[in-house]
């Protein structure tokens, strides 16, 4: 009686586990387990359990089946256009998600000629609750302008930036940027004042805002005192003048050091007479005031000049 119990429960036990290692004669691995999304900021990605064999690499096959496919195409699967096939444990849907409409999704193992049978996400995926987080800035001064630059989120995202002057009842701005990652001008600040700015993101795609991020703030320094500008402005009008004047003054000191004007006595002119002729044609009654120099009788030096003058 007990070998019975025992050998009927050895062939249910059987005919159990045959489905789960044959189909159509190919024996398949177990499906990946633990499949769920993760959605920030509108990127989905699909994460999944491995699926272990000893020193072998296991291939994963991704699909997904939109409203439109589950009601007008039969229920037809579309692979994923990133991750079929892929060898991580994860894969990137963003693209694949189109329309704010339920998306069921699914994957399976595939070793050489073995295949895992389709391990489906529990409840379909809509892209509408993904979750929305503050996006990251930079606030920066440039002079006395206020600058921001916004993490690039993508095309379907829109900032609303808010800024303002801190001081009591001070008035809060709001402006829309788009896209991110670009600088983008704010205000003109005025000297002395500290200035916040703080950011949340709208996503018209789903209708749905982030929280604002943490106030960020910047001081202005203050501009120099009237008196004090006055005073650079004379100074640096002294210098433009005294400068020049300065160095022609020093070229006139150093050409006369190296090259000293010699006055001579008035009896030169007579001696010169030995080097010099006159330029036109004179007579005897007539006082000739115009004289030619020939430089090749002329001395070379003083030395010579002196010894002419002798």
């Given at each position: 009686m007990v070998l019975e119990e025992i050998a009927a429960s050895l062939m249910w036990f059987s005919y159990a586990l045959i489905p789960c290692l044959l189909t159509d004669g190919v024996a398949v691995l177990p499906a990946p387990q633990n499949i769920s999304v993760q959605s920030t900021n509108m990127k989905h990605v699909l994460t999944w359990s491995p699926v272990m064999v000893p020193e072998e690499i296991?291939?994963?096959?991704?699909?997904?089946?939109?409203?439109?496919?589950?009601?007008?195409?039969?229920?037809?699967?579309?692979?994923?256009?990133?991750?079929?096939p892929t060898t991580g444990l994860e894969c990137d849907i963003t693209d694949d998600i189109?329309?704010?409409?339920?998306?069921?999704l699914r994957v399976r193992a595939t070793l050489g000629s073995q295949t895992s049978a389709w391990s489906t996400l529990k409840h379909p995926f809509n892209r509408n609750s993904?979750?929305?987080?503050?996006?990251?800035?930079?606030?920066?001064?440039d002079g006395f302008h206020l600058v921001i630059k916004l993490e690039d989120l993508g095309p379907q995202f829109e900032f609303f930036v808010a800024y303002w002057r801190r001081e009591p009842g001070a008035k809060e701005h709001v402006k829309v940027v788009r896209p991110g990652g670009i600088p983008m001008h704010l205000e003109t600040m005025e000297p002395g004042a500290t200035y916040c700015v703080k950011a949340r993101t709208f996503v018209k795609a789903i209708g749905r805002y982030s929280a604002f991020s943490q106030a960020e703030?910047?001081?202005?320094?203050?501009?120099?005192?009237?008196?004090?500008?006055?005073?650079?402005?004379?100074?640096?009008?002294l210098v433009?003048?005294?400068?020049?004047?300065?160095?022609?003054?020093?070229?006139?000191?150093?050409?006369?050091?190296?090259?000293?004007?010699?006055?001579?006595?008035?009896?030169?002119?007579?001696?010169?007479?030995?080097?010099?002729?006159?330029?036109?044609?004179c007579s005897q009654t007539q006082k000739c005031k115009k004289w030619e120099i020939h430089p090749e009788t002329f001395p070379s030096s003083k030395c010579q000049l002196l010894v002419a003058l002798q």
């Open positions: 296991v291939y994963y096959s991704v699909e997904y089946q939109g409203e439109y496919e589950s009601l007008y195409m039969s229920h037809i699967w579309i692979p994923s256009s990133w991750c079929s189109t329309a704010t409409v339920p998306y069921n993904t979750t929305l987080i503050p996006p990251g800035m930079e606030v920066t001064k703030c910047v001081k202005v320094q203050e501009s120099l005192p009237l008196a004090l500008a006055l005073f650079a402005f004379v100074g640096f009008m433009l003048v005294v400068v020049p004047f300065s160095v022609w003054k020093m070229g006139r000191l150093l050409r006369r050091s190296c090259c000293p004007v010699v006055v001579l006595p008035d009896t030169l002119p007579a001696r010169l007479s030995l080097f010099m002729a006159p330029r036109e044609t």
